[in-house]
């Protein structure tokens, strides 16, 4: 078990540029969930993926946020034309498929957008 | 809607000593799960304990032990015999049993600093 691996770990990026993330859960974890964390603040839900699948969308995640998990393992989450307010700490975090199943975070990814 | 609410958002305890952290929630579910999660400096939360809302029980995890009050919701988490290794943002978590995606509702935190 080597933990859920998000890379990378910091990004500074300028307005309207285009950032992807990318998150590798612990193997064997069928579910996957993004999470955005701004300072001050709890993790806020973002998305969640039951393998390959994208079976919920929050309403902060706009048009310009993409998340994929193509094969059902690796997840990326890419952010289109940056805005100021995007920074924050991206987490992602991954579960077994039994409902009491603990979610295991990784190190996320702080995103500064300038 | 689900929330959780933490009304303390930093506390100090003296090494050794007991510190009680308060986490209140509101929702019309009668299955859920709660949980406490601990974020070190380093950023990666860790699961500290959890409390299945069918068990009267409270849970208990070598020096931590949590008070839930199902009628009051309310889910308070006591750190015993503290240690400097406590020092972290704790967050109480909220998840519906059964729901479709086991998404997990955070509060805003407590800051918590452990002194020598």
């Known amino acids: 078990d080597t933990g859920v691996s998000q890379d990378p770990r910091h990004k500074i990026t300028k307005r309207g540029q285009n950032v992807t993330f990318r998150c590798d859960p612990i193997s064997e974890h069928n579910r996957l969930y993004w999470y955005r964390q701004t300072l001050g603040q709890g993790p806020e839900f973002l998305t969640y993926f039951q393998n390959e699948a994208q079976l919920e969308k929050s309403r902060l995640l706009s048009d310009r946020f993409s998340a994929e998990r193509p094969k059902g393992s690796f997840s990326t989450l890419e952010i289109q034309r940056t805005e100021q307010g995007d920074s924050a700490m991206y987490l992602c975090?991954?579960?077994?498929?039994?409902?009491?199943?603990?979610?295991?975070f990784g190190n996320g990814t702080r995103l500064t957008v300038t | 809607a689900q929330t959780v609410t933490q009304s303390q958002p930093e506390m100090s305890v003296q090494e050794a000593e007991t510190v009680t952290l308060s986490c209140t929630y509101d929702t019309s579910e009668n299955n859920y799960y709660l949980f406490w999660y601990k974020q070190p400096p380093s950023r990666q939360m860790i699961l500290v304990i959890r409390?299945?809302?069918?068990?009267?029980q409270n849970a208990t995890e070598n020096r931590f032990s949590v008070n839930f009050q199902k009628a009051a919701k309310s889910f308070s988490l006591k750190i015993s015999d503290s240690q400097l290794g406590d020092t972290a943002m704790y967050f109480c978590a909220f998840m519906n049993y059964g729901g479709a995606t086991n998404k997990l509702i955070f509060g805003t935190g407590t800051l918590l600093a452990v002194q020598p």
């Open positions: 409390q299945e809302a069918y068990k009267q």
């Open positions: 975090a991954s579960s077994l498929g039994q409902v009491d199943s603990p979610l295991h």
